[in-house]
T-cell receptor
């Protein structure tokens, strides 16, 4: 069956470091992959989209990679700040958008 | 623009009661979605609509019904609420294929069924 996995354990890092979040999937051939940010008590907010024929996408301090051979996407936040603390969701387009369970990121000053 | 709004924000129901959640968007989007979010489960698609007057089942449709009588509104109904439907419900919308694939989410409705 189709499955998306994100690190269920929270990621704790120091301010200024690079945060790397992982999204793995099985039994999918997604046309594209998206990353969303969700703050407590709020709806998800779109961050980035990367297509299957793109290896890497950047937006300011954010970078996403998409390896269709490994069936994995990595989401990087460089020079992280406490304001980056949130839950980050990956989502795959496989007919409809399918979401992972999210990884909570905590950036300590 | 208000974006996507949801009514109500919170609700407590007793088992067997019914209710309707309202989602409204002012972005003229064709596609609208209803998700539920439970701890450790991520967002799961309940029902969706690709245009006014059309609806389709998602991953977890049982116990829910929807209607899209107007393009800007998408209603989610619970006919006989069960404790298993305790969750946070999110509505989302997006333009049709060919435009941005980004989904715009509402602030959510926290529903508790006792």
């Amino acid at each position: 069956s189709q499955k998306i996995e994100q690190n269920s354990e929270a990621l704790n890092i120091q301010e200024g470091k690079t945060a790397t979040l992982t999204c793995n999937y099985t039994n999918y051939s997604p046309a594209y992959l998206q990353w969303y940010r969700q703050d407590p008590g709020r709806g998800p907010v779109f961050l980035l989209l990367i297509r299957e024929n793109e290896k890497e996408k950047r937006k300011e301090r954010l970078k996403v990679t998409f390896d269709t051979t490994l069936k994995q996407s990595l989401f990087h936040i460089t020079a992280s700040q406490p304001a980056d603390s949130a839950t980050y969701l990956c989502a795959l387009e496989g007919g409809k958008l399918i979401f992972g369970q999210g990884t909570e990121l905590s950036v300590k000053p | 623009n208000a974006g996507v709004t949801q009514t109500p924000k919170f609700r407590v129901l007793k088992t067997g009661q019914s209710m309707t959640l309202l989602c409204a968007q002012d972005m003229n989007h064709e596609y609208m979605y209803w998700y539920r979010q439970d701890p450790g489960m991520g967002l799961r698609l309940i029902h969706y609509s690709v245009g006014e007057g059309t609806t389709a089942k998602g991953e977890v449709p049982d116990g829910y019904n929807v209607s899209r009588l107007k393009k800007q509104n998408f209603l989610l109904g619970l006919e006989s609420a069960a404790p298993s439907q305790t969750s946070v419900y999110f509505c989302a919308s997006r333009p049709p294929t060919g435009g941005s694939y980004e989904q715009y989410f509402g602030p959510g409705t926290r529903l508790t069924v006792t």
